[in-house]
């Protein structure tokens, strides 16, 4: 039986929230013990940095924001090893996936700041990150990353299920009876162009509770015409930079009903998705920021006729299954395990990945 590792994962996602982290213990393959989790909000000044480079791919704004993420996804891990009552050599291995600040892969480009080597030095623990340029390289799309963690999980549900996971950008994992039927790919839009909008119009962080798009109207038109958009039918696996839908032709809406169309923007898209689903799913079940949108939740089940479920029933942490995945995954890196399949990215066969940095203190395995 292969030995249980103590992972902690980072997650900083396409939502521009903060830092998820969270600490299980895995064999990398099908055992899976959740632990403990934090998120540690970015500072609105960093933030305000952050969204500053998305789009770029270097120069020297670039390296400094990457060294400030990194300082703060260390302190991210102090916080979440002191919450656990853990030193660092309590724990084996950081899964670190720092953040895309560029994804183009039809051009085999995909960027995720953050430094390992600098992380691995701060913390005194080894850390895996670049999961996603090999991926790339070799002509994947690179995301999204989670289906195989997802399938650990979901062992023992009935089949087909669908894992939709609503950051930023929004993904599905699709699930079949047979546990070599895999499907992943990038559904559309999920938080950002909400969050956005709220931001720019209604002084908000993000519409809270979908409350702003509760009060408004869906402009029909304006969503019919975004719907239209040339990825929604392209062929699965695929994946999205987190600014690849241009939100103009809500501008000239009010808040309330700006916010209400780009959240069925957001339903609807799911909902096309399930043209490219091998068989439609008997259950759907939401993870990420995005499930405790009841506007969003609401226009999800509406539009895909059936109640979409939250994972937290299932005494999982919707909140930290990412920054579990990233830790799941380092684990599988170590092992030489595939991060990605043809299913999953489109990558032509299995595909591992990820960089080694072994920290001050350890030698590399």
């Not at 560029?102 to 390992?116: F, L, S």
């Not at 089940?301 to 479920?309: A, E, P, Q």
């Not at 043809?342 to 920290?359: D, I, K, L, N, S």
């Amino acid at each position: 039986m292969t030995e249980m590792v103590y992972a902690l994962g980072l997650m900083s996602g396409t939502s521009l929230d903060g830092i998820d982290a969270a600490l299980i213990r895995t064999d990398g393959r099908d055992r899976v013990e959740a632990g403990a989790h934090l998120t540690a909000p970015y500072p609105e000044a960093f933030r305000d940095r952050l969204r500053a480079v998305l789009g770029t791919v270097g120069g020297p704004e670039v390296t400094a924001v990457e060294g400030e993420l990194t300082r703060l996804h260390a302190d991210a891990v102090a916080a979440l090893l002191d919450q656990a009552g853990l030193a660092p050599d309590g724990v084996d291995l950081i899964g670190f996936h720092g953040h895309t600040i560029h994804h183009a892969p039809d051009r085999r480009v995909t960027r995720q700041i953050g430094d390992g080597a600098l992380l691995a030095a701060l913390t005194g623990i080894p850390v895996v990150n670049d999961f996603r340029s090999a991926d790339v390289a070799a002509g994947g799309q690179g995301a999204p990353l989670v289906p195989l963690y997802h399938r650990a999980l979901a062992a023992g549900l009935p089949r087909p299920v669908a894992l939709l996971n609503i950051g930023g950008v929004a993904n599905v994992t699709w699930l079949g009876a047979d546990d070599d039927a895999v499907l992943g790919f990038d559904t559309g839009p999920g938080n950002a162009l909400i969050d956005d909008w709220v931001r720019a119009k209604a002084g908000l962080p993000y519409d809270a509770d979908g409350a702003v798009a509760a009060s408004g109207t869906v402009d029909q038109t304006v969503l019919d015409g975004l719907m239209a958009h040339a990825y929604f039918t392209a062929p699965a696996p695929k994946s999205l930079d987190r600014d690849a839908f241009d939100p103009s032709p809500v501008a000239h809406l009010s808040p309330a009903d700006g916010a209400a169309t780009l959240t069925h923007f957001t339903a609807a898209a799911v909902a096309a998705c399930v043209a490219h689903l091998p068989e439609a799913p008997r259950t759907w079940l939401a993870c990420g920021g995005g499930r405790h949108n009841r506007a969003l939740m609401r226009a999800l089940s509406d539009r895909l006729g059936v109640t979409v479920g939250n994972v937290d029933d299932l005494g999982w942490s919707g909140d930290a299954l990412e920054a579990q995945a990233f830790a799941y995954l380092a684990v599988r890196s170590r092992h030489g395990l595939p991060l990605s399949l043809p299913g999953t990215t489109g990558v032509p066969a299995p595909q591992t990945g990820g960089r080694y940095h072994p920290g001050p203190m350890r030698t590399a395995a």
